[in-house]
């Protein structure tokens, strides 16, 4: 077993007053799509999100997918990482993923997941993109786990890669997937323009 914890519970403050998460992507509002695809997977899915009456919720409503409320998310991703990867079930890894990243799917978590079971001496295994540059998904073996109930603002888990105590393995996804979000009108315009979708 390895949980999904997928990262929902920010502002987007950049998309104001549009939700970023709720924007379609081929019909489906994205964060509905990306738990269908980590729902996909086989593996137990966890979406944090900043309340249980928050709108992203209902985008959840049908799936096969357990939500967790984050109810200090104003403070940041590392609050949101600290409280959600508290909150997962014990395994032996654990996969993260940012939840505005149209280029992850099923096949694409999939993989990342693979090559931990692959190469068990490692402790993360991070998607990169066509050129290399390290992005999403990112499974962490639970040897870190503790660590994360150190984060806090919104640095993330910059820290926790940066000083691993042990290997990180990168895994190449196809394209800009790994490293391709979208925060703004102007980005989700390009990603519009350049798929169609």
């Keep these: ?18 939700d970023k998460l709720a924007e379609p992507v081929g019909g489906v509002p994205l964060l509905r799509r990306q738990a269908a695809a980590a729902a996909a997977t086989g593996e ?4 944090a999100l900043p309340g249980p009456d928050h709108p992203r919720a209902a985008l959840l409503e049908g799936l096969d997918v357990t939500a967790l409320v984050i109810p200090r998310a104003a403070e940041g991703m590392g609050a949101t990482l600290r409280d ?5 079930p014990a395994a032996p890894r654990f996969l993260v993923l940012l939840a505005d990243l149209p280029g992850i799917g099923t096949e694409e978590m999939a993989s990342v997941i693979a090559a931990g079971a692959a190469d068990p001496g490692a402790r993360i295994w991070q998607g ?16 870190l786990r503790p660590a994360f109930a150190d984060l806090a603002g919104d640095e993330g888990a910059r820290s926790i890669v940066r000083n691993r105590g042990g290997r990180l393995v990168p895994v190449p996804l196809p394209g800009r997937a790994a490293t391709r979000d979208l925060d703004t009108p102007k980005a989700w315009a390009a990603f519009r323009a350049e798929t169609g979708l």
Excluded at 84 to 88: C, D, I, T
Excluded at 128 to 143: C, M, S
């Design 44 to 47: 137990p899915v966890f979406v």
């Design 1 to 18: 077993m390895t949980p999904i914890l997928i990262l929902a519970a920010g502002r987007s403050s950049r998309m104001a007053p549009r």
């Design 84 to 88: 959600g990867v508290a909150r997962l």
């Design 128 to 143: 990169t993109d066509a050129d290399g540059a390290l992005g999403h998904p990112i499974l962490f073996d639970a040897a």
